[in-house]
């Protein structure tokens, strides 16, 4: 769905979407008259106009791309980590949960996705001392068949012809996402 379809949907003017979202005028009718493609929007827009609209970004820019199209495992990593930083733990916690992002993610079939993106709020909620969300105990249940490794581990150890980084990595990994395979160590020190 487009902008144009979104802001017909909820029967909001440009004008009013700008209003809501803090977004220039300018800038969201370059979008609905496709002189500016959303999907190479800033993030800080693509999340502002995204949240007056309730809705999420993968929704405002899916019209876009194709529905197949996805990025590595790594670029997504590394977005939800600099989404935690932006919005701070609560926020993204309950931003993740009121739109259902770990189920869209699941129904898919991006596992490795839904289970980071899980794995994430599971590890968020323990440091901040918040109850879990029962509402993925379906999801909690299942894992990755094979460890998933970040790639620059995987690449250091293929060129130097060891398993060194990958055993530090898995002995210091997170419990949250060890739980569904994921072998992650660090989500706070993102640039």
Same mark, same amino acid.
């Given at each position: 769905?487009?902008?144009?379809?979104?802001?017909?949907? $909820?029967?909001?003017?440009?004008?009013?979407?700008?209003?809501?979202? @803090?977004?220039?005028?300018? !800038? =969201? #009718?370059?979008?609905?008259?496709?002189? !500016?493609?959303?999907?190479?929007? !800033? @993030?800080? !827009?693509?999340?502002?106009?995204?949240? /007056? &609209?309730?809705?999420?970004?993968? %929704?405002?820019?899916?019209?876009? &791309?194709? $529905?197949?199209?996805?990025?590595?495992?790594?670029?997504?990593?590394?977005? +939800?980590?600099?989404? +935690?930083?932006?919005? @701070?733990?609560?926020?993204?916690?309950?931003?993740?949960?009121? $739109?259902?992002? =770990?189920?869209?993610?699941?129904?898919?079939?991006?596992? /490795?996705?839904?289970?980071?993106?899980? /794995? #994430? +709020?599971?590890?968020?909620? *323990?440091?901040?001392?918040?109850?879990?969300?029962?509402?993925? /105990?379906?999801? $909690?249940?299942?894992?990755?068949?094979?460890? &998933?490794?970040?790639? @620059?581990?995987?690449?250091?150890?293929?060129?130097?012809? %060891?398993?060194?980084? *990958?055993?530090?990595?898995?002995?210091?990994? =997170?419990?949250?996402? &060890?739980?569904?395979?994921?072998?992650?160590?660090?989500?706070?020190? +993102?640039?």
């Amino acid at each position: 769905m487009n902008l144009n379809e979104l802001l017909n949907k $909820r029967q909001i003017s440009m004008y009013r979407l700008s209003k809501i979202s @803090g977004v220039p005028q300018s !800038t =969201i #009718m370059d979008i609905c008259n496709k002189k !500016t493609r959303i999907s190479k929007c !800033t @993030g800080e !827009t693509l999340y502002k106009i995204a949240k /007056a &609209l309730d809705v999420s970004i993968e %929704t405002l820019i899916e019209s876009e &791309l194709n $529905r197949s199209a996805r990025s590595s495992f790594d670029v997504f990593k590394s977005n +939800v980590c600099h989404l +935690v930083k932006d919005k @701070g733990d609560i926020d993204f916690i309950i931003d993740v949960l009121e $739109r259902d992002e =770990i189920r869209a993610l699941y129904n898919k079939k991006w596992y /490795a996705e839904a289970f980071y993106l899980l /794995a #994430m +709020v599971d590890y968020l909620s *323990r440091e901040n001392d918040v109850p879990l969300c029962t509402k993925y /105990a379906d999801i $909690r249940a299942l894992k990755l068949k094979e460890p &998933l490794y970040p790639s @620059g581990i995987v690449l250091a150890d293929f060129s130097m012809n %060891t398993d060194k980084n *990958r055993k530090a990595c898995y002995k210091y990994a =997170i419990p949250e996402f &060890l739980r569904f395979n994921i072998i992650e160590s660090e989500i706070r020190n +993102v640039y």
